[in-house]
């Protein structure tokens, strides 16, 4: 399964660093394969703007797990910051934590990528 994880707050980059670095401390999600991705460079700057992270997990990968995992990463931030996942055509957004959205957040993450897509 493969996805890509946003962060909405005005501190991205370094927010994305903080989420990568628990990522591949919790055990849920250390089996993840975690790397940066981003906009190519903009003519005259130094180097590629860090935007996203892409992750690819295998079998035995909980989804229920990772979005804990990014809950309780959440609840470490002084603002905690919108989260959103996007992987294929549908993207859910985390911004309340609220049961609705962390229930969204794993049913879209369980789906099967030719199966039927839930609202975001």
Known sequence: MQFQLRV?????ESELRSLQGWLSREPATRAAVVSQGGQAPAPGSMG?????????????????SFV?????????????????????????????????EVRAMVAALEQGDDGPRPAS
Do not use: M
């Open 8 to 12: 909405a707050s005005s501190r991205q």
């Open 48 to 64: 590629q703007l860090f935007d996203v992270l892409e992750l690819v997990t295998g079998n035995g990968w909980s989804a229920a």
């Open 68 to 100: 804990l995992s990014v809950l309780t990463w959440r609840q470490t931030r002084p603002r905690p910051p919108r989260v959103v996942i996007r992987r294929g055509d549908v993207e859910i957004s985390l911004a309340e934590g609220s049961e609705e």
